[in-house]
């Protein structure tokens, strides 16, 4: 297996490399508070509308920018930034200098590993066209 991920930095990787770093989970696309004293990012069940919950992939990914202008498209030069981000996220571990896990699709070879190891957000959020109050979604998704 060709570890680029343990070899190069984000911003020496090629864009297929790059997108293929995602492990697809959705916890991204997740609406989140900020702890006003603390910044603390607290993250919900609530999906971004272009979420699709089953297979936790964007309904429109090469358009998302335009049609959510709130979605963040990372990119390298926001390494710094990624802290905000699930631990188990890839971009983070390795702008962290850490390896990715055994669930991952670029390890373990399958895209539904992410799934079966609980990881993504798969069946387990809802739409924030029916969400209301977001404080009422608060999920520690690290559990
Ligand atoms: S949190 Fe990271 S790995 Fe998961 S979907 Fe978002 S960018 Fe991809
Ligand atoms: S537009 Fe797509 S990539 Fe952006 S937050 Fe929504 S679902 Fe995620």
């Known amino acids: 297996m060709n570890k680029f991920w343990r070899e190069k930095k984000l911003s020496e990787m090629t864009e297929k490399q790059w997108e293929s ?18 910044h603390e990012i607290k993250y919900t069940n609530v999906a971004c509308r272009l979420l699709d919950s089953k297979s936790c992939r964007c309904k429109n990914y090469t358009s998302r920018k335009t049609m959510i202008p709130d979605c963040v498209v990372l990119t390298p030069d926001q390494v710094s930034q990624f802290h905000w981000l699930p631990i188990t996220c890839a971009y983070r571990l390795v702008s962290e200098g850490r390896d990715l896990y055994p669930w991952h699709p670029l390890v373990s070879g399958s895209a539904t590993t992410v799934h079966s190891a609980g990881i993504s957000v798969q069946g387990r959020v809802i739409s924030e066209r029916d969400a209301g109050d977001l404080e009422d979604h608060i999920v520690c998704w690290e559990d």
């Open 21 to 38: 770093l995602c492990d697809g989970c959705g916890l991204c696309c997740l609406h989140k508070l900020e702890d006003q004293d603390t």
